[in-house]
């Protein structure tokens, strides 16, 4: 297993659920940690936990000069990254794809398609010319599966999915490493982001059932990190145990 204490790990979606897990993960391993979120305030309690390990990083992912300049500012020893998780990513709406809102469509779009180019393209070059690195996605079981009202989130994500294994192709044999995770139902404010900070209609969505945590999908991600530079994970599929597949439905007269 590699030394997490020999990672530097750039977080985009740092702030909440699966991406603040997966800084208090390797972080509280010991490995360095640039946390990136655009919620200053979260980013704060982050650096307070874990002092001079994590670096913050005030960034919206759509703005692509400003992820530009963002990470190629980075102070040393945080320039030597080895690790980026490409993770900042949200859901609008669960709406058909008759009625949804095209603004919507569009924040998936600049958010989970255009912030993740954004973030693999400025950083890639470097772990290429260093010959060490490791490109984590977070995908989703809707980048595989489709369900009602999934329509673009599920596109965006099958996206990622095919783009994780287009940059693979690319970067295979030059020391740097490519995994999409794949989760299911986790508990976040995934679903809150979804439904527009309607907190019962959240809630309803990890009712009566135990959804995985930010925690089961930072350990994936960390397993995936720090196994031997010779193994590399592809993709890690997970769902909560309580969740399966929609079965295939068939629309009668
Ligand atoms: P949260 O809403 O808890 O976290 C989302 C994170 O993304 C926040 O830190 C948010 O930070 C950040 N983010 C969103 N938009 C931007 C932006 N424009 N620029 C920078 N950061 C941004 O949800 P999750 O932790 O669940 O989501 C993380 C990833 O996991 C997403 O890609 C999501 O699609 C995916 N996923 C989630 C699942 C679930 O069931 N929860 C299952 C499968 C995949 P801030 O607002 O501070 O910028
Ligand atoms: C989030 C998982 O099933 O809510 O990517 O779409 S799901």
């Not at 655009?38 to 307070?48: Q, S, T, Y």
């Not at 490519?178 to 679903?191: H, M, Y």
Request: hydrophobic share 45%; aromatic share 10%; net charge negative.
């Amino acid at each position: 297993m590699l030394d997490p204490r020999t990672l530097t790990v750039i977080v985009t979606g740092a702030t909440s659920g699966i991406g603040a897990a997966t800084v208090r993960r390797f972080a509280g391993a010991g490995a360095r940690v640039v946390a990136v979120g655009r919620r200053a305030d979260r980013l704060e309690g982050l650096k307070a936990e874990f002092g001079d390990l994590v670096h913050t990083l005030e960034l919206d992912v759509r703005d692509e000069a400003a992820t530009f300049t963002a990470f190629s500012s980075l102070p040393a020893p945080f320039d030597a990254y080895n690790v980026v998780f490409a993770n900042a990513g949200l859901a609008r709406g669960l709406e058909p794809a008759y009625e949804a809102s095209l603004d919507d469509w569009k924040t998936m779009v600049d958010t989970n398609v255009n912030g993740v180019l954004y973030t693999v393209r400025a950083t890639l070059p470097a772990m290429v010319a260093r010959r060490e690195g490791h490109v984590v996605f977070t995908g989703s079981v809707a980048g595989t599966y489709a369900y009602p009202g999934g329509n673009v989130y599920g596109a965006s994500k099958a996206f990622v999915k095919l783009f994780a294994m287009n940059v693979y192709a690319d970067v295979a044999g030059k020391g740097v490493r490519v995994t999409n995770i794949e989760p299911g139902l986790t508990e976040t404010e995934f679903s809150s982001v979804r439904f527009a900070g309607d907190a019962g209609r959240a809630e309803k969505v990890y009712a009566d059932m135990a959804p995985m945590t930010g925690e089961d999908i930072a350990e994936q991600v960390f397993f995936a990190c720090t196994l031997p530079r010779h193994v590399n994970i592809n993709s890690i599929e997970s769902m909560a145990a309580q969740q399966t597949f929609a079965p295939l439905a068939v629309k009668r007269d």
